[in-house]
């Protein structure tokens, strides 16, 4: 049996050309070299990173923000998250997402790691933050955004992920991956 080819660990850009830049999203369009030699298309949207936030409340509540989403046609019940500013560094968006979305600031910030949006068409990083010892702080939310706060038990979203009444991937990730942090903090042994 002949060695299987390389598995590609790149695709150089031949061209790239800007389709659509607009307020939130770009759009752009790469020629690139395929690891056979031939050559491809990649449409790619183009995304600042972001936040999610998972905040907890003192009895183990989480706050979701339902809020409707026009490429799907339907509100989500979601955990907060939105876009960095500018330079803003992901702990200080956290910080302000929080504060626009439910009206409260974190007094432990803890970073678990991030994921990539949607790697097959979007550059989108989010940065994974589980917010404690909220305290109201209230910063005005963007002028096109309609959000409900809903307070949540824990385990309940956790119920609502595998249901599928959370179905958005950022929330599902972020609520799976703040579970395992809690697993683990309570163990004795910290392990896994």
Known sequence: MPDPAPFPTNEPTLASRSIFKGRVVGLRVDDVRLPDGKTGTREIIEH???VVVAPLDAKGRVLLVRQYRKP?????????AGGLDGNESPADG??????EEIGHYP???TPLGGFYA???YCQEFLHLFLATDLRPSKLAHDDDEHIEVET???DE????????????????????????????AERPDGGS
């Open 152 to 154: 949540v038990p824990l």
């Open 118 to 120: 949607a790697p097959g």
């Open 107 to 109: 007094g432990t910030l």
């Open 157 to 184: 979203a956790l119920a609502m992920v595998e249901s599928g009444a959370i179905r958005d991937a950022k929330s599902v990730a972020g609520l799976l991956r703040v579970w395992r942090h809690l697993m683990r």
């Open 48 to 50: 600042a990173d972001a």
């Open 94 to 99: 956290a910080i302000r997402e929080l504060q």
């Open 72 to 80: 799907i046609e339907q509100a989500l019940l979601e955990l907060p």
